[in-house]
């Protein structure tokens, strides 16, 4: 399965809590797009596509949810409550993210503009390319 916890370093101090995120070091790719879900309804599930070449990297700087991520072979369920971890997603996998907590803010970094047709939304198709 393909996708990587990254650590980012945290400046804490007697204030609080610092995270810096900068391209081509902690975030390993050109950051051409910064979005995030907040104010998320209780039991909506997002997500429920892949991409053929966007990177990303998902941090929940506030709350929790959960990522089920499917290479077509295998699903894994990743819990991301950790405003200094970021879940780093580089190839075509399968995505949901569902158990939003009520402060949940997901941030999501992407190497790309938004592109619709970067998006894979079939699974069925999405399984054909992933040669499952
Ligand atoms: P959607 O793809 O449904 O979000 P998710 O995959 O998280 O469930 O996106 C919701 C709307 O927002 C849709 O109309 C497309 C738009 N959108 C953008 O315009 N730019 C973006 O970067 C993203 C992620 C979505």
Not at 19 to 35: C, D, G, Q, T
Not at 60 to 64: H, L, N, R, T
């Given at each position: 399965m393909s996708f990587k916890i990254v650590n980012f370093k945290c400046f804490g101090d007697d204030r609080g809590s610092l995270?810096?995120?900068?391209?081509?070091?902690?975030?390993?790719?050109?950051?051409?797009?910064?979005?995030y879900i907040f104010s998320t309804k209780d039991g909506v599930s997002r997500g429920f596509h892949a991409h053929r070449k966007l990177k990303q990297v998902a941090v929940?700087?506030?709350?929790?949810c959960r990522f089920v991520l499917d290479d077509g072979k295998q699903k894994t369920h990743v819990l991301l409550d950790d405003a200094t971890k970021g879940l780093l997603i580089e190839d075509l996998i399968w995505r949901e993210m569902y158990d939003f907590s009520h402060e949940c803010v997901l941030m999501v970094l992407g190497s790309e503009y938004y592109d619709e047709s970067d998006y894979v939304r079939d699974y069925e198709e999405f399984l054909e390319l992933s040669g499952c």
């Open positions: 995270v810096a995120l900068e391209a081509n070091k902690s975030v390993p790719f050109n950051i051409k797009r910064v979005y929940c700087v506030k709350g929790s």
